[in-house]
């Protein structure tokens, strides 16, 4: 049977309109979905989007689910210490995992292991389990740190996504944009999409 769960991670890098989009087409894809969010995702949150999530799970899940129209009952918004999460162990947590937006400073802690918090500790959990750790990177330029720890998570089976929208399904809105980035985000997590049209198939040039 599909294991339909998968843990998303914001934290605070730009790109919060990524985490955001990425967060629906999961749930519209009937995902559980367990949820963890830096303190500094929540203020590019604010700042990107325009959206205030309280720093409590319980209401940040709440206004989430608001905000996204959302009735169900697949998210489930994790504490930054709550080591009881089902992410927290390799007995639990889902072999998937996305953190989406990525900043440098987030990168560096999963690249050395540092599990100081749970949205690492998760992290880190994939990675040993050796499940799927995709990391949409957002940073400009890269220095030779970065790179390096890119590297070594990359060469430890992670998949490094920058966040680097293609320009040749030719967007007309930001949207369109964000919408190229979360559709090759699926495709790697093997969830169904028809955000953008394909290579080759939908699309050819005039
Ligand atoms: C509006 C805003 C945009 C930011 N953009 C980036 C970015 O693109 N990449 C990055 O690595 N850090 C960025 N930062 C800095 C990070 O938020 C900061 O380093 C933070 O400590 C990261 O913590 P976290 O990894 O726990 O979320 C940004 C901060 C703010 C407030």
């Known amino acids: 049977m599909q294991d339909k769960r998968i843990t998303l991670a914001w934290t605070g890098a730009s790109g919060a309109p990524y985490g955001l989009r990425l967060l629906e087409c999961l749930l519209a894809a009937d995902y559980q979905v367990y949820l963890l969010i830096s303190s500094a995702a929540r203020v590019v949150l604010a700042t990107e989007h325009g959206l205030k999530l309280p720093a409590g799970p319980e209401a940040a899940q709440a206004a989430l689910a608001e905000h996204l129209n959302y009735s169900g009952d ?3 918004v994790c504490g930054k210490e709550d080591w009881f999460s089902p ?5 639990a947590a889902p072999k998937k995992m ?3 937006p990525c900043s440098a400073g987030t990168l560096a802690s999963v690249a050395h292991g540092l599990s100081d918090n749970l949205l690492e500790r998760a992290a880190d959990v ?3 389990e050796r499940g799927q750790l995709l990391l949409v990177v957002r940073e ?3 220095s030779s740190l970065h790179l390096e720890n ?3 998570l990359s060469n430890l089976g992670a ?3 920058p966040a680097a929208p293609g320009f040749y399904h030719q967007p007309k809105s930001i949207d369109d944009l964000v919408d190229f980035m979360v559709a090759r985000i699926l495709d790697h997590l093997g969830v169904e999409q028809g955000l953008v049209p394909r290579w080759g198939y939908d699309h050819r040039p005039s």
């Open 87 to 91: 992410v927290a162990s390799g007995s």
């Open 74 to 76: 697949k998210l489930t």
């Open 98 to 100: 996305v953190v989406c």
């Open 159 to 161: 998949t490094i996504m």
């Open 140 to 142: 400009t330029p890269f």
């Open 126 to 128: 994939v990675l040993k």
């Open 150 to 152: 890119m590297l070594k």
